[in-house]
């Protein structure tokens, strides 16, 4: 069974850094672009970042360029983001999403439970 | 950034009854060298994650209820349940994942009537 589980969410003040691991198991991790997706509270979808096989391509969405980095462990099976300067506008919940393949433009396939980030004050 | 829209923001059907909902993106999401369309349908149940419906706009995902298909090409795309059941009500959301950013559409709520 494939699983994506997210930790490393909280609450943190302006200014503050969180770093978001997500655990995946049941495929084959080094083999699959992974991707990070948030929820701001009752609110939409809003896609932050890809990262594809290999690690060596990454790509952004433009509030979060410069402030996070995805990162990956193949190793350890582990997708990152590390988040810095976080703003109050990051509050979401950051889900974990596996791409059915090894580049960025592959239709995102399995999603993890996600996790809460707050950012106040 | 292509802007992705959707048709209605919520709507209410009867158990058994259609449900359609539109997608329209900004710019074409075909890419012609491989003859797909980089669009998703995706289905959001209260407290829960997205779950994948359908890739390539029209392909149904494993497990997902022959109820559920997905049509279109280029700008404009249409998820349909061909029988809305109690277990469907949820937030659609439809993907591009042509261009960077992969942006959105708004969702649109299904209820029961």
């Known amino acids: 069974e494939v699983r994506l589980v997210e930790s490393g969410g909280g609450l943190v003040q302006p200014g503050g850094s969180l770093r978001l691991s997500c655990a995946a198991s049941g495929f084959t991790f080094s083999s699959c672009a992974m991707s990070w997706v948030r929820q701001a509270p009752g609110k939409g979808l809003e896609w932050v970042s890809v990262?594809?096989?290999?690690?060596?391509?990454?790509y952004y969405e433009d509030s979060v360029k410069g402030r996070f980095t995805v990162s990956r462990d193949d190793s350890k099976n582990t997708l990152y983001l590390q988040m810095n300067s976080l703003r109050v506008e990051d509050t979401a919940i950051y889900y974990c999403v596996k791409l059915s393949g090894n580049t960025a433009y592959y239709p995102a396939d399995v999603w993890g439970r996600g996790t809460t980030v707050t950012v106040a004050s | 950034d292509i802007v992705m829209t959707q048709s209605p923001d919520s709507l209410a059907v009867s158990l058994g009854e259609r449900a359609t909902i539109n997608c329209k993106s900004s710019q074409s999401v075909f890419y012609s060298p491989y003859n797909k369309n980089y669009l998703t349908w995706f289905q959001q149940k209260p407290g829960q994650p997205p779950k994948l419906l359908i890739y390539w706009a029209s392909t149904r995902d494993s497990g997902v209820p022959d109820r559920f298909s997905g049509s279109g090409s280029g700008t404009d795309f249409t998820l349909t349940i061909s029988s809305l059941q109690a277990e469907d009500v949820a937030v659609y959301y439809c993907?591009?994942?042509?261009?960077?950013?992969?942006?959105f559409g708004p969702g649109t709520k299904v209820d029961l009537k």
């Open positions: 990262i594809v096989d290999g690690a060596d391509t990454t």
């Open positions: 993907q591009q994942h042509f261009n960077i950013p992969f942006t």
